[in-house]
């Protein structure tokens, strides 16, 4: 079997995409991937889902986040963010979703913009609301355990 003239295979951009989560959840590609197509589909229809053809092809995750290129067609690049903008949740569990930037390769948008987030988080006691608790810290932030349920916090909040 032939391959299509270049001409007449798809145009591809790839997008780095940032998932940031509380420590005690790590998204894994599957889950990430359906609600994908769920957010695209709710927001464009069956059709407009289609057409962007989304697809996780990268993913690497930990309790810090995750990071994943996202493929899409060239002309619906636009569309495909706003998809990306209206997921919050992967399996009922809060999610920041983030787009580091957009390339025409695999290769070039995992040397340009992957890798870089992900940090492993420094787990320490501090001292808030006037009593010790467990944080994980990563830079200048830190999530708060308080009781089940975790506090987004700056250095600044606790001592």
């Not at 589909?41 to 990268?58: I, K, M, P």
């Not at 999610?95 to 070039?108: D, E």
Request: charged share 30%; glycine share 8%; with cysteine.
């Amino acid at each position: 079997m032939r391959h299509l003239p270049k001409h007449l295979q798809p145009r591809w951009r790839y997008l780095a995409v940032e998932l940031t989560t509380w420590p005690d959840y790590a998204p894994d590609r599957d889950t990430f991937q359906r609600e994908l197509y769920y957010s695209a589909q709710n927001l464009l229809g069956d059709a407009g889902s289609a057409r962007l053809d989304l697809s996780v092809v990268r993913f690497r995750g930990d309790d810090a986040g995750a990071e994943a290129v996202v493929r899409v067609y060239r002309g619906h690049v636009s569309s495909a963010r706003a998809a990306l903008a209206c997921l919050n949740t992967i399996d009922a569990e809060p999610v920041g979703v983030r787009v580091r930037g957009i390339s025409g390769t695999i290769r070039a948008c995992e040397e340009k913009y992957m890798g870089r987030g992900l940090q492993q988080r420094e787990e320490r006691d501090v001292v808030f609301e006037n009593a010790d608790r467990t944080a994980h810290c990563l830079d200048d932030r830190a999530d708060i355990c308080v009781g089940d349920a975790f506090v987004g916090a700056t250095t600044l909040d606790f001592e």
